[in-house]
């Protein structure tokens, strides 16, 4: 299956329009390949249970996690534009994942079953989603807006749990760690559903396409009769209802709510979302990129892991590798508007 990005129609910018972009140098791509391929390579090459079916299995239920909260945070940087400082973004990202795993889990316990408890954490984190729609809809700035959410997630969840770890333990939630269907593990089998699922609604569908168009030029969008709103709007709750559902896998993998897992993860869901551009022709985000981002960073984390360094190097090279995909964005907007 090929997640690809959908082909816009021209449109003419009008107003203080976005410039258009152009095709990214071949070479660019190439590297982003070949800096994944050395990976793989590198990590099999130095740590001997690295490229083991068991620890690829490992890999994957891991990304599986940080690709479905990616591709909700790559929705909203579609639909918002890519800039950091005033187009789409989504720090609350982090704290969403925690805190749906923290209301499954308080749900879960009180024996009301795992599908109210899903429900429920769902419905949660589509709340958050809500919240943040509407401030940003008022025009606050997203940055800001998702910072102060991600805040207020984080205390909510900290009240609710104490800082204290909330076990969980339900066959569904079982299931989902250690479960398999033809051999395939669980999280894996979501995170296929899920990609298809977003995968072609934002790649062959009139929202997906409207939703890039909103990205790159929301007044010429606005002009055409697209209601720009409703799209930044559902980008930011449908980044949250992914961040939930990634919420639910991650607590289920470690048979447990953690309250403070989302300030660690939020670093590996922006690294996901925005290193997918350097698999893009066009150096923007993508759904499929956003895949591959998820299983190198896992890869990245699972070998270092295996090697025995510490999570603060780990932590290091995933804020490297940012800073680097942000400054290639950065001299690609200078060369376009030159």
Do not use: C, H
């Not at 003419?12 to 070949?34: F, H």
């Not at 009769?225 to 949250?240: C, Q």
Request: charged residues 10%; glycine residues 12%.
């Amino acid at each position: 299956m090929t997640l690809r990005e959908p082909t816009l129609a021209p449109v003419r910018p009008t107003g203080t329009s976005r410039p258009r972009r152009r095709g990214a140098p071949r070479w660019i791509s190439l590297l982003g390949w070949s800096v994944v391929l050395a990976e793989f390579v590198v990590l099999a090459v130095v740590s001997p249970s690295f490229a083991t079916t068991g620890n690829a299995a490992t890999i994957l239920s891991q990304a599986a996690v940080y690709a479905i909260a990616g591709f909700g945070l790559a929705i909203v940087v579609i639909t918002g534009g890519d800039d950091v400082v005033r187009g789409g973004i989504d720090l609350s990202s982090g704290a969403v994942v925690a805190v749906s795993g923290v209301v499954a889990a308080l749900v879960a316990a009180t024996g009301a079953g795992a599908l109210p408890a899903i429900a429920a954490a769902l419905a949660v984190s589509a709340g958050f989603g809500a919240l943040n729609a509407t401030v940003v809809v008022l025009g606050v700035s997203p940055l800001l807006v998702t910072l102060a959410s991600g805040g207020i997630v984080t205390s909510v969840v900290y009240l609710a749990t104490g800082n204290v770890k909330v076990p969980l333990d339900d066959a569904v939630f079982r299931w989902l760690r250690d479960g398999t269907v033809g051999g395939v593990p669980a999280p894996v089998l979501v995170l296929t559903v899920t990609a298809v699922v977003v995968g072609l609604a934002v790649g062959r569908t009139s929202w997906g396409v409207r939703s890039y168009a909103v990205g790159e030029n929301p007044t010429a969008a606005a002009v055409t009769g697209v209601a720009v709103w409703r799209y930044v709007a559902g980008s930011y709750v449908l980044s949250a209802l992914l961040a939930g559902v990634a919420g639910i896998l991650l607590a289920s993998r470690l048979a447990a709510a953690v309250p403070d897992v989302g300030e660690q993860i939020l670093l590996d869901i922006v690294l996901t979302a925005y290193m997918s551009v350097v698999f893009s022709r066009r150096l923007v985000v993508t759904i499929g990129g956003t895949l591959v981002a998820a299983v190198f960073v896992a890869a990245l984390s699972n070998g270092f892991t295996l090697l025995g360094v510490g999570s603060q190097w780990v932590g290091v090279v995933k804020g490297v590798l940012i800073l680097a995909v942000l400054a290639l964005a950065a001299v690609r907007e200078r060369g376009v508007t030159r």
